[in-house]
């Protein structure tokens, strides 16, 4: 089915490892965007990739940092990880403004 | 976001009773888009509101964009098991080309 694709669903991470997060999308969109879901707070944007080739910051950046490698991938990598990292992470992807959001299943990280 | 209030935080109904949800922004709505997560799981679009004194249906969930109040509000009728979840308001807001999102309303159905 066509969609967004996240891996891993569950990561388990030490205080102070790196991972990255992946992310594709086969719906042709033109923007991406990482958010993270933390209880009681909704939906926070990390970064977002309005085009290829361009990335921006959004709410809650620091600790993070992106690359959208083509049009179907946008991959979020946390360089250290912290205990304030620990939440779930949600890639979209859109085709604009107006045009609503297709979301991802999910990233459960947890950091330890 | 701030920007996006949704209430109730939380709410449990009986099988078949009806239930509705607000969402109201500090700022005029462009956009105003309904969501549900179960938990677990991603969001799934519900339904998409543009224009004021719009009002979508699917099945027994019905939406509605005030735009002078600048609120949206989500009515189910006769509640299922199938309808509890996490819902979620997203939003189009002035010179952001970016969905904001309310902080979401936990609803259990109980039979």
């Known amino acids: 089915n066509a969609g967004v694709t996240q891996t891993p669903k569950f990561q388990v991470l030490k205080t102070g490892q790196s991972m990255t997060l992946q992310c594709a999308q086969d719906?042709?969109?033109?923007?991406m965007y990482w958010y993270r879901q933390d209880p009681g707070m909704g939906l926070r944007l990390i970064y977002y990739?309005?085009?290829?080739?361009?990335?921006d910051k959004g709410e809650v950046p620091n600790g993070y940092n992106v690359s959208r490698l083509n049009k179907r991938e946008f991959s979020l990598r946390l360089e250290s990880a912290a205990p304030s990292q620990t939440s779930v992470y949600f890639c979209?992807?859109?085709?604009?403004?107006?045009?609503?959001?297709?979301f991802g299943s999910g990233t459960r990280l947890t950091v330890v | 976001s701030q920007e996006l209030e949704q209430s109730p935080q939380s709410l449990i109904v009986q099988e078949g009773k009806n239930l509705t949800i607000n969402c109201t922004s500090s700022?005029?709505?462009?956009?105003l888009y309904w969501y549900k997560q179960k938990y677990g799981e991603g969001l799934i679009f519900l339904m998409m509101?543009?224009?004021?004194?719009e009002e979508k249906s699917h099945e027994k969930i019905t939406a509605k964009l005030d735009e002078k109040k600048q609120q949206s509000s989500l009515h189910i009728t006769a509640s299922q098991p199938s309808h509890a979840g996490i819902y979620l308001c997203?939003?189009?807001?002035?010179?952001?080309?970016?969905?904001?999102f309310g902080a979401g309303t936990t609803v259990t159905v109980r039979a």
């Open positions: 979209a992807s859109s085709d604009g403004a107006n045009y609503g959001y297709t």
């Open positions: 719906m042709n969109h033109n923007s």
């Open positions: 990739s309005a085009s290829e080739g361009t990335t």
């Open positions: 700022k005029t709505l462009y956009g």
């Open positions: 509101l543009q224009k004021g004194g």
């Open positions: 997203g939003a189009d807001l002035p010179n952001d080309y970016k969905l904001s």
